[in-house]
């Protein structure tokens, strides 16, 4: 799907086939005959959670990770401006919301999970001086979005933008509601949500439940009709859910529920 765009020397080349096979990914890209080993591969789908066409519309991707959603915002979606944020911090700290009490084991799977001491040389050969991503497939594939560290609980500082887009954030995060106001005071046109791990057994009830998992890395099973409901008290208009799919999780074998949720400004 994705195809080799911008000429390199040999020695790029060879520092891109060291970061594809050798780092850590979150999303499987391909990149010739290369493949990264993704956490998840949405190559088969991305098309199943309906976004629709952004063309000439400009995009804020938040909790953007590697910038998967946002090349395909520009490259399939057409979309005419794309901006992906992250807490990230490239630098092996923690980049997700945790309690004290587990910071010591984020921080040493974090730390496991940041690939530059290890592929140092292959990033410098290309220029990136971290591991964000994001920023490497920008230069590989020559691509026109752009990357910016910041935090989905502050969005002050940002432009607006027709279309914002969360992906499989707000389950991570210890207050959901302050996320979506931020996202809700930077759209223009609509917001899109896409939630993974839901709470859906009582779905039939349509109760809106956000079921605390206690978990390191996760805060909260959210399901449709609590998502549904805090979008809409914040202010978003005509919110639906636009599609629902299951993906597998290729580090530890299971099937990921999702949910996406679309919201009006
Ligand atoms: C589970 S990944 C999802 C990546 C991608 N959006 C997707 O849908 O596949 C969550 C991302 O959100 C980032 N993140 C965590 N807390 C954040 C925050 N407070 N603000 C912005 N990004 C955050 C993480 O660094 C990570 O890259």
Request: charged residues 25%; proline residues 2%.
């Amino acid at each position: 799907m994705i195809k080799y765009m911008k000429p390199m020397n040999n020695n790029e080349i060879s520092a891109v086939e060291k970061i594809f096979t050798k780092g850590n990914w979150y999303h499987t890209f391909e990149f010739n005959e290369l493949r990264s080993h993704g956490t998840f591969d949405y190559s088969e789908k991305i098309e199943n959670l309906k976004i629709p066409n952004l063309s000439g519309m400009s995009v804020l991707d938040v909790g953007c990770s590697d910038g998967y959603f946002s090349y395909y915002f520009k490259d399939k979606l057409k979309a005419k401006k794309v901006l992906g944020i992250d807490y990230n911090q490239y630098d092996g700290s923690v980049n997700f919301d945790v309690l004290n009490n587990f910071m010591e084991e984020q921080s040493n799977k974090h730390r496991s999970h940041n690939d530059y001491s290890v592929l140092k040389e292959a990033y410098s050969v290309l220029g990136l001086n971290d591991s964000n991503k994001f920023n490497f497939i920008k230069k590989i594939f020559n691509l026109d979005i752009e990357f910016k560290k910041a935090s989905i609980y502050n969005l002050e500082d940002l432009d607006n933008f027709d279309v914002t887009f969360c992906g499989s954030l707000l389950e991570h995060l210890r207050d959901p509601l302050t996320a979506i106001e931020q996202l809700y005071f930077k759209t223009k046109e609509f917001c899109i949500i896409d939630v993974s791990n839901p709470f859906n057994r009582l779905n039939i009830l349509q109760l809106p439940i956000l079921k605390y998992s206690g978990a390191s890395g996760h805060f909260y099973r959210l399901s449709e009709n609590a998502t549904k409901l805090m979008m809409e008290k914040i202010g978003f208009k005509n919110v639906q859910i636009i599609s629902k799919y299951k993906i597998k999780n290729l580090k530890h074998g299971n099937m990921q529920k999702h949910f996406v949720i679309y919201g009006e400004k």
